[in-house]
């Protein structure tokens, strides 16, 4: 099973900084993704990556960018935070031969 | 347009007694239907799921029953026990997983 590790928890902001959300897992799994959910909403696939340099858009668009330069590193970056951003985003990895994917402990993001 | 739709955003059950949670969908490709377990500030748990050839998946307390003429699937738990209190979200997935809006459940004393 997959140790998945989300920084920070909770997050609180002001308008216009930059963030970046880490996620990292140590399994070596390849498939990772960023969902981001809504008080009482879906949870949304902004972003995924099926292994190293390979990043794509999910369903629902985001202005947050991700990276992938290493496997076990899957890092949320918002280069100007706004209140719109404040959400709860959560990292999952897809272990190999498993229905579902293992999510993190999620970080709730308060941009004021 | 949803294509996992959870219609009831909550739910109460007394304790020990049987918690039925619904999900209807839209789109009959997928292979595997899942339920996820959610509580609050903390990431979603996979509980159990059911492949689109099958009809029923039992694991425990927990069953989940797939009606594909109707496009629809419930999660049986029983008996329901307070740490069931939790938000359970129903998913389809082939390559990537699609979630609906989630129902709370309350387990009542």
């Known amino acids: 099973e997959a140790d998945i590790y989300q920084t920070p928890r909770y997050l609180v902001i002001g308008t216009g900084k930059k963030i970046t959300l880490e996620c990292s897992q140590t399994?070596?799994?390849?498939?990772m993704y960023w969902y981001q959910q809504d008080p009482g909403m879906e949870l949304h696939l902004i972003h995924y990556?099926?292994?190293?340099?390979?990043?794509e858009k999910g369903d629902l668009s985001s202005e947050s960018t991700v990276s992938r330069i290493r496997t076990e590193h899957f890092p949320l970056t918002l280069e100007s935070a706004r209140p719109s951003h404040t959400s709860q985003y959560l990292c999952?990895?897809?272990?190999?031969?498993?229905?579902?994917?293992?999510f993190g402990s999620g970080t709730r993001l308060t941009v004021v | 347009d949803q294509q996992v739709k959870q219609n009831s955003p909550s739910l109460s059950v007394q304790e020990g007694r049987i918690s039925i949670l619904n999900c209807d969908y839209t789109?009959?490709?997928?292979?595997?239907f899942l339920w996820y377990k959610k509580y609050p500030a903390e990431g979603p748990t996979f509980l159990i799921s059911?492949?689109?050839?099958?009809d029923k998946n039992e694991d425990g307390r927990f069953t989940v029953f797939l009606n594909k003429s109707a496009k629809h699937l419930s999660l049986h738990i029983v008996p329901s026990q307070p740490g069931d209190s939790a938000v359970y979200f129903c998913?389809?997935?082939?390559?990537?997983?699609?979630f609906g809006k989630g129902t709370r459940l309350h387990i009542l004393p």
């Open positions: 399994m070596g799994h390849d498939k």
């Open positions: 998913a389809q997935r082939d390559d990537k997983i699609i």
């Open positions: 990556s099926y292994g190293v340099n390979s990043t």
């Open positions: 059911i492949s689109s050839i099958k």
């Open positions: 789109n009959s490709m997928f292979d595997y």
């Open positions: 999952a990895t897809l272990p190999p031969g498993s229905y579902g994917y293992t």
